[in-house]
Structure formats: structure tokens, C-alpha cells
């Protein structure tokens, strides 16, 4: 094989190489339009998939019974973790119903993903304005998307604090319930610390 057929395998190679960097740098891309946080999917490809759920009261009877654990990517992984879960690996399952509570936060986490993470002991639980029985003391996660929930910094719920959230009732695929708020007028600080 002489030198010009060598440059020429080369050359060939490396357009390859940098045609798969550039698909790859597009599908990033595409995954990363807009606001990180504000996708749901309804496909569970990998995690804990959710309860049967056919009535209100099946979304009572999965909350947690105790709080989540901390948040452990709260820094720029957060920011990758979450083209994930917006494909449904880990992600997040519409349960189909609105609820709105009232709790005591126990912890709060501002992600690089653009969510503001708010864990509650409840106090009160409806859905679709309907109360819900609390057996037990219960535990819920919030995720407020900062894009769509446009709060001022002072308008944060605070660890210790008593809060008001309306939003839609979501499975995680990380094997809990939340509630995703979906405007400012649906996250009230009741009470300071």
C-alpha cells in the first residue's frame, strides 16, 4: 500500500469519527431544547414502575412513609440525569389526577436541571377536591420546573416551613409519588420558619 492510499484510509476514518461526534453533539442538542425540566414521559423503559392506579385513594395509599433521601446530583449531573428521565429512564408517569396539599417541608434542593426539589411531612391531602385519608404519618416530594413556576428567590419554600402546592400527581420512576406545580399560583409559603 503506498503513502497515498494510507492518507486517503485516514482521511476517511476521521470524516467517520467526526460525522458520529456531530450526530452525537445533535442528539444532545435535541434532548437539550429549551427549559430541562418541563417534559414528562409516559414511557417507562427502565425503573420502578408505578402502582396500578384506578382511584383516587391508590395515590393516598403510595405515599411515602418516610422522607426521601437528600438529593444526590444537585450539581451538573443533575443537568444530564435529566435528558434520562424525559425519555422514561427513571422519568416521570402522568397518575391522571390534580392535587393539592398542605405539609411541613423537611428539606428543600435548587438542581442544575432547573427544578426546585421541596420534600413534606403532609397535613392535608385532596384530589380533585376530594380528602384523601393520611393513615400514619405520609411523605410527598414536589418538583417546581423554575421555568414554568416562576417564584422570586424570598418566595422559595423553606426547610421548616408550612406550605400550600396544587399540581399534578406524577409517578418517578426512582419508585415514589410526587406533585408538579405548574405556575407560581400553585406553590404558597404558609408560614416561616
Known amino acids: 500500500m503506498n503513502c497515498f492510499s494510507r492518507k486517503k484510509i485516514f482521511a476517511v476514518a476521521a470524516a467517520v469519527r467526526l460525522l458520529a461526534a456531530l450526530a452525537g453533539l445533535a442528539i444532545v442538542a435535541a434532548l437539550d431544547t429549551g427549559c430541562t425540566c ?57 397518575l391522571g389526577y390534580d392535587g393539592e ?24 391531602f385532596q384530589i380533585n377536591g376530594k380528602n384523601m385519608p393520611l393513615t400514619g404519618g405520609r411523605y410527598l416530594r414536589a418538583e417546581v420546573c423554575l421555568c414554568e413556576v416562576k417564584l422570586a428567590e424570598n418566595d422559595l419554600p423553606k426547610a421548616g416551613e408550612k406550605v400550600w402546592m396544587r399540581g399534578r400527581m406524577v409517578w418517578d420512576g426512582d419508585g415514589f409519588v410526587e406533585i408538579h406545580p405548574r405556575n407560581a399560583a400553585e406553590v404558597k409559603r404558609l408560614s416561616s420558619q
Open 101 to 124: 396539599i398542605t405539609g411541613k417541608v423537611k428539606q428543600t434542593i435548587k438542581n442544575s436541571d432547573q427544578f426546585y426539589t421541596v420534600d413534606m411531612k403532609l397535613e392535608t
Open 38 to 94: 418541563v417534559a414528562i414521559s409516559n414511557h417507562e423503559w427502565a425503573g420502578h414502575y408505578p402502582p396500578k392506579i384506578s382511584r383516587p385513594e391508590d395515590i393516598a395509599e403510595n405515599l411515602r412513609r418516610s422522607v426521601n433521601g437528600r438529593i444526590k446530583f444537585s450539581g451538573s449531573a443533575g443537568y444530564f440525569t435529566i435528558q434520562f428521565k424525559r425519555i422514561g429512564i427513571f422519568g416521570w408517569r402522568d
